[in-house]
């Protein structure tokens, strides 16, 4: 089964979409279809024994409509790359010429459109004496003027609209095209016919009006608006261009003892690669020589640059500041970090959220909806106007009437308005360092109640550091330390690695250990210039016979830390603790969230009254201790029977059966260990804080989709009664096509540029 993401061409609104979605599923061997009018996009999967791509873009190209099947030659790219950057923004060259092309039909037909406006406002003004009125040689050369711009603006600008209107006659389906096609066509027709049989038809009906200015006004104001809504959409798309752009092009390598500068598709893995000050980070890898402060903002939204060493991951699109150093590749093409980022970002901006399946099946109906209720509207105004107005008013009318009805019920707006805002607040998260799997999870974010976080990796930093020293004996401080490193360092235990570790950022010099041996479950002990010490746990001390108090040990127990106590086989020389700190963000993050109302629950496998004094420390709500992983599903599901919304933060291994029990879930993913498929989202950096932040952008989208909703169906709720005369018996108000051409336009534009608003909103 082939799971592909194509571009469409040809794609002019909601209703666009649905057709070909409709095709689509029609085909055999098409086991799943999805088609994102905003990203101009099909998610197909087929069976490739019964199907392929060029055979799917046949099926739809009678209806105007393509598939774009690029190759890597075509795209200029590697096979690798090529497979990885399928989506929107891989056309943006294409499309750039696309609104280029736009952009020159737009400056030939507005001065078209000023020109008849001018004339059309002349004729309404010299009705109320306002101006003076046309004397009939003007009048004579604008009767012969406008049909040969109306003919130009209907054949070659309103083209596209023709053939909407040809594939509706032939194939019966209809989208905007076929709307404003039926429209213009209409009123030209009609105008036409005036024109060129007067004689035979002024005792009949009023041969004095024509309607070349609807033709020429509503097809350029539909024109600028499409190009408006085009220009607009690019901007939607630029969170992956930045991203696209973070990938460097080329790698310095080491080979054969020679430094060479080679495509970065050609880098393998096992390169050792140098980095100067300056240069972009090619793919990922670990330092092996050198150091340096990295700007990882660009991929995580940290602001301040990370010193990186020896033994550091780094990843690909990251900054080098100002340091040198080499590095050995571990992951290339498709598998470095910006690549799953680029992937992921992809996905979710061309899925859809459940709130867009109302628009979606309005949209499937509307536009025969559209023309059912204009054609009922023209002959509405022919059967009861005539007996009131008289045949040649109501016609007049009926005509007006009609155009305006198709031109301003366009479900353009109505498909823009989810897909658009999606597009924005994808790419605005992955700028924070936030991932997002699908926008159905964006949509279910905002109605979470209820955090559950793990403590460690979530809460904690998720690694065990020295944290207190205290000396019971006449030596330094640091000789107190030297001596525990240089027995630790003989251990593997993760206590150890801490005191280790807390030694070499110090400084400390270690020192030579003989006749080491581990004491099981106790301890270690160990030579250092002919005195035996020992190193472990109050047991160890125990067995000793060493006096020493503990009631200052256990205090620190009770907070969640671990001792390390130093002795010799007469008394007791020190002691350190060790813990899991506390990250600097977590209690910022917890106030937050409660100001958000949302409670929040530490689940945790650790000792009670240690969990309960790092919840006190943070401000969290309630705290289950010793807790197994399986016991956190359970958790879960009595939150959610009891009604709540829950989403559950961790480090996405083993958290991964609550992960995805949860309604969200929330991976915490820091440096290049980042399980993007073991969450709905993912932090990256393991930043707490961006979770509040999560929450707040899906709120954002959520009430930016909301509002894009309401105005589209404001647009057609208040515009189809209006264009189609129902006040005019009432108020005498009836809405000319041109003015519906105008709205129609404007619904487009300001829904896209309500979409793009998120993105200059502080999270």
């Known amino acids: 089964m082939n799971h592909a993401n194509y571009r469409v061409k040809g794609m002019h609104c909601a209703s666009c979409a649905g057709i070909i979605e409709n095709t689509f599923k029609k085909i055999d061997g098409v086991q799943s279809v999805e088609v994102n009018y905003g990203t101009e996009t099909a998610k197909v999967e087929f069976d490739e024994s019964k199907t392929n791509p060029h055979a799917l873009s046949e099926k739809i190209e009678k209806f105007g409509y393509s598939l774009v099947i690029p190759t890597a030659n075509e795209m200029g790219m590697s096979a690798d790359e090529h497979a990885i950057h399928i989506g929107l923004n891989q056309s943006r060259k294409e499309k750039l010429e696309e609104v280029a092309g736009m952009r020159s039909k737009v400056i030939l037909a507005i001065p078209l459109a000023i020109f008849s406006v001018f004339i059309m406002g002349w004729d309404i003004l010299a009705q109320y004496n306002t101006v ?7 009048k004579e050369f604008f009767h012969h003027l406008l049909p040969i711009m109306a003919t130009y603006m209907l054949f070659i600008v309103g083209k596209p609209y023709l053939l909407g209107f040809y594939r509706f006659l032939r194939y019966g389906k209809a989208n905007m095209d076929t709307l404003i096609g039926i429209g213009t066509v209409a009123a030209y027709l009609y105008s036409f016919v005036v024109t060129a049989f007067e004689d035979v038809l002024s005792p009949f009906i009023n041969v004095e009006n024509t309607y070349y200015d609807v033709t020429i006004i509503v097809i350029a104001f539909i024109t600028l608006g499409k190009y408006l809504e085009a220009r607009s959409k690019i901007k939607t798309g630029d969170a992956i261009e930045k991203l696209l752009n973070l990938q460097a092009k080329t790698a310095l390598v080491i080979r054969n003892g020679k430094e060479i500068e080679i495509s970065v598709n050609n880098v393998a893995h096992g390169d050792i690669i140098i980095i100067k000050p300056g240069a972009k980070i090619p793919v990922d890898g670990i330092i092996t020589e050198g150091s340096s402060f990295v700007d990882e903002s660009m991929v995580s939204g940290e602001p301040m640059p990370v010193q990186k060493k ?17 590095f050995k590749a571990t992951k290339v093409g498709s598998e470095t970090l910006l690549a799953q980022i680029i992937k992921m970002v992809e996905e979710a901006q061309g899925s859809k959220a459940p709130i867009q399946a109302l628009a979606d099946k309005i949209s499937s109906i509307f536009v025969p ?340 909703l309401f105005w589209a169906f404001i647009y057609n709720i208040v515009g189809i009664p209006l264009a189609a005369g129902v006040f005019y018996p009432i108020f005498g108000w009836l809405l000319s096509p041109v003015f519906a051409g105008f709205a129609m336009a404007m619904s487009s534009v300001s829904v896209v540029s309500n979409s793009l608003r998120i993105k200059a909103k502080k999270l």
């Not at 003076?132 to 003007?138: A, K, P, T, V």
């Not at 130093?566 to 937050?592: H, N, P, R």
């Not at 009254?609 to 010793?626: C, E, F, N, P």
């Open 132 to 138: 003076f009125i046309m004397s009939d040689m003007i």
């Open 310 to 326: 020896v033994g550091d991951s780094i990843v690909s699109g990251t900054l080098n500041t100002n340091g040198t150093f080499t």
């Open 369 to 708: 909806t559209t023309l059912v209720i204009a054609f009922l509207t023209l002959g509405a105004w022919l059967l009861i106007g005539t007996s009131t107005l008289g045949f040649s008013q109501a016609l007049s009318f009926g005509l007006v009437s009609f155009v305006g009805v198709l031109v301003i019920a366009c479900p353009c707006a109505l498909g823009l308005a989810t897909p658009t805002a999606i597009i924005v607040g994808v790419g605005k998260g992955a700028k924070e360092g936030i991932l997002i799997k699908d926008a159905a999870t964006l949509e279910k974010l905002h109605k979470v109640d209820t955090v559950i976080v793990d403590k460690t990796g979530t809460i904690t930093i998720g690694k065990p550091t020295l944290v207190d020293i205290q000396n019971l004996s006449n030596l330094k401080n640091d000789e107190l330390v030297s001596i525990l490193a240089s027995l630790e360092k003989k251990s593997e235990h993760p206590i150890a690695n801490a005191i280790v570790s807390y030694a070499q950022e110090k400084n400390i010099l270690l020192n030579q250990v003989s006749s080491f041996e581990g004491i099981q479950g106790k301890g270690l002990k160990g030579l250092i210039d002919s005195v035996e010490y020992f190193v472990g746990n109050t047991k160890l001390i125990k067995d000793l016979g060493v006096t020493f108090n503990t009631s200052e040990i256990d205090q620190f127990t009770a907070q969640g830390k671990t001792p390390a106590i130093l002795a010799t086989k007469d008394k007791v020389l020190g002691f350190v603790m060790v813990a899991d700190e506390i990250k600097a963000e977590s209690k910022q993050a917890i106030e937050d969230l409660h100001k958000l109302g949302i409670k929040v629950v530490m689940l945790t496998g650790d000792d009670e009254k240690a969990a309960k004094y790092m919840a006190s420390l943070v401000g969290i709500d309630d705290v289950v201790a010793h807790v197994l992983p399986q016991d956190k599903l359970v958790k879960i599901k009595e939150l959610q029977s009891q009604g709540r919304v829950v989403a559950m933060a961790g480090d996405g291994v083993n958290d991964a059966p609550a992960l995805a029990q949860a309604d969200v879930g929330i991976a915490m993913g820091t440096g290049t260990d980042v399980a993007i498929e073991s969450a709905g989202i993912t932090l990256l950096g393991g930043d707490i804080s961006k979770l509040v932040k999560a929450i707040k952008l899906s709120k954002m989208t959520m009430r930016g989709i909301k509002q894009n």
